[in-house]
């Protein structure tokens, strides 16, 4: 027969990898699947902002004129950095419901992951690196993009993909410890996408400023998390942004980051060991 | 290293799901290098008691050891010296055979280049080297079964957890399988198996416990079982469905113990062609009859009350 089988009895060659590194073998195995599926999901990952600067940016932004409502400057130039955070956000969600679910209900593999010595929470860690790894590469393409278009007007664009990227995660972190949580077949997630993301990526000033909403529903603005992301990102690319208000913004981001790693850790392992 | 050092040992071992208790306190060890079977029927817990054993699932109650270790505390460890074959197949069918192998191979810790090379030996193993670079979705259930088990094979296991090897295949792909886990046991790896086929555990193990309702109702090797809870042969009386009933009484004295099963009675008995003569002898006229030898089978039924295979 094989090799294998001629040999005598030996210790395993597995062993346990330190966590970090068993983080990154599993993104290394999303990795391989990537490459085979790649075309299946680059409009919802990389393709996405980018449709949206079209249309929005440059296609309904030649009928805006630069005035108080826009901050004085061009159309484009307002709505380049929030459309970014608004589809990087759509993205992270998309991304942490259905496939996160299939992991454990339909796909299953997450059940071959736990049968070895990668553990839980690592497997976690792992998914939420890799839809940040592909938030950063929608980010990259779309930087290039929105400056060819002549989208950005100062060297804090910059800033723009580190923040929006810090949003697309930090909305995916508690959404994939839903995920986790759901027993269902997934229409929740279609349930979500349509009274939360969608208004939120209407109403949360990626598009015209927040203060033009009827004054009872802004608070519904102010609490989602594309309105702090929004407001960081425009202050970086047009200027003005000032110190206290930016780190508010920031701390409610990293908040929700963190809370959303401390729930899907827990949702991930409450799932798997059983 | 003793080849009796039971490599594997449970002790009051419990598994409760919310309030229902699916493992209800099963003593059990596993010696290094042996063959070891969970035999039960649905629902009896082998895969529950083989996923705690798997260090998949964290028990209830009582005491655990695999590889002298607890799996409570070093769960990663031990998963990282055992091959898991889990009841359902779990292989990632938008990856090719050899990219399953790979992938799987590289959360053990191993190098690139020996995933590469054990890819490579394990498709031989599991005989889909031609089919090395085509997806598995389109594989057969039989060829992903053997994919699964080469799977858990990637890092050289200690112990082997088979759950339900061969359910699905086809009897050819099942003799294969035997054979090539006979062929891992003369190599000094342990095997848990589970099953409801009798032939399986009499053709695999070398010591088994049979499991109904949570519990372990008996333990030895399979030849052992049969001695010590059936006769050396069995005479089969099948009537016409209820027919049966009006025979109990006519044979009860020919053997040991009668069983009543719906289309047929069971005779235990030392000699099933003397009972058959006589049982003609008294007018007993069955549909037709059959002289065997006792098999797991029958150490089930007696067991249980219950046959194992419908
Ligand atoms: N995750 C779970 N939650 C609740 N109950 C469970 C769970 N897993 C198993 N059970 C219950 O525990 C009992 C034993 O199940 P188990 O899968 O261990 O049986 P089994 O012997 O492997 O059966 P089969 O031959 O059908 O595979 C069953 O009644 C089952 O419904
Ligand atoms: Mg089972």
Redesign the pocket.
Known sequence: MTATLDRPTAAATGSVVGAWRAVWLRVEGRWTWYRRHWTASLLASGLQPVLFLAAMGIGFGSQVRPGPLTDGVPYLAYVAPTILVSGLITVGVTEAGLPVLSGFKWKQDYWAVASSPVSSGQLFGAELVWIALRLTFGAAVYLVVAAVAGGWTSAGALLVPPIAILAGVACAAPVMAFAATTKGDGHVFAAVNRFVVMPMTLFAGTFFPVERLPLPVRPLAWISPLWHGNELVRGAALGGLRWWPALGHLAVLVALLVVGIALGRRAFQRRLV? | MRSDEAIISGTGLVKR?AD?E?VRGIDFQVRRGEAFGFL??????????MRMVSCMSPRSGGELRVLGMDPDRKGPAIRARIGVVP?QDNLDLELTVRQNLQVYGRYFGLTRKEVRAKAVELMEFARLTDRADHDVQPLSGGMKRRLTIARALVNDPEVLLLD?PTTGLDPQARHLLWEKLFQLKQRGVTLII?T?YMDEAEQLCDRLVV?DGGKIVAEGSPAELITRYATREVLELRFPPGDQHAAVDKVRDLAERVEVLPDRLLLYTEDGDAATTRAHDRGVRPISTLVRRSSLEDVFLRLTGRTLVD
Request: proline share 5%; aromatic share 10%.
């Open positions: 059983v | 799901f229902f699916a039960g029927p649905n629902g009896a817990g082998k895969s529950s008691t009841q339900e589970t409801h499991m």
